[in-house]
């Protein structure tokens, strides 16, 4: 992958992610206990993607996608914006490989 393509990629996850964050912040109807998962996911997700992390290799990517994927889907019906966010970063994130 050439390496503008490669840094495109990397700022849509970043701009991604501050939006869930937004989007988080803003929602009155989302529990602390997911808020607090979605936080943990944006952590797992940044570290997956700066490859100079050294621990990168210990978080389990099947297991984040599985997550993004699950909640996606649960926040379908009630927090459409929310969900449609969770997808375009999974997206981002098979394009770059993770």
Known sequence: MPNSEKTNQRNQLK????ELH????KSSHISAADRDLMGKMVMGILQLEDVQQPDAEAIDEQGLRDTLEQKSL??????????FTLRQI?????RMGI
Do not use: S
């Not at 701009?15 to 501050?18: A, F, V």
């Not at 937004?22 to 912040?25: E, F, I, K, P, T």
């Open 15 to 18: 701009i991604r992610l501050e």
């Open 22 to 25: 937004n989007q988080l912040v």
């Open 90 to 94: 999974l997206d981002i994130l098979t």
């Open 74 to 83: 649960e926040y379908e019906a009630q927090h459409p914006k929310l969900a």
